[in-house]
Nanobody
Framework: QVQLVESGGGSVQAGGSLRVSCAVSRYTYSNLCMGWFRQAPGKEREGVAAIYTSTGSTYYRDSVKGRFTISQNNAKNTVYLQMNSLKPEDTAMYYC???????????????????WGQGTQVTVSS
């Protein structure tokens, strides 16, 4: 069982930055695909970024490349999503997700992740 706890959401004006964190509760942090998803009201949950904890390989959806950075702190079993140059369309509930299968990372789809956090709200005003 993998438990995930997000933190760090909030409100910011367009062009600003936020960092969200995901603490992973598990006896070993290795060999996990960790992903960030977001869901805006009335829209599907979409994958934003992923990182494979053992290799540090990262994956991003096109719309956030160059603005968002996923990273990890292995000593703290924590994954981060640094979001810069935020736009109003980035407004959503952001969820941390995890799966043991490496393929979850490049696929970055909801169906490929078995474990989910409770979500943290990110609101970007124009």
């Amino acid at each position: 069982q993998v438990q995930l706890v997000e933190s760090g959401g909030g409100s910011v004006q367009a062009g600003g930055s936020l960092r969200v964190s995901c603490a992973v509760s598990r006896y070993t942090y290795s060999n996990l695909c960790m992903g960030w998803f977001r869901q805006a009201p009335g829209k599907e949950r979409e994958g934003v970024a992923a990182i494979y904890t053992s290799t540090g390989s990262t994956y991003y959806r096109d719309s956030v490349k160059g603005r968002f950075t996923i990273s990890q702190n292995n000593a703290k079993n924590t994954v981060y999503l640094q979001m810069n140059s935020l736009k109003p369309e980035d407004t959503a509930m952001y969820y941390c997700a995890a799966d043991f299968a490496f393929v979850a990372c490049p696929r970055l789809t909801r169906a490929n992740f078995a474990y989910w956090g409770q979500g943290t709200q990110v609101t970007v005003s124009s």
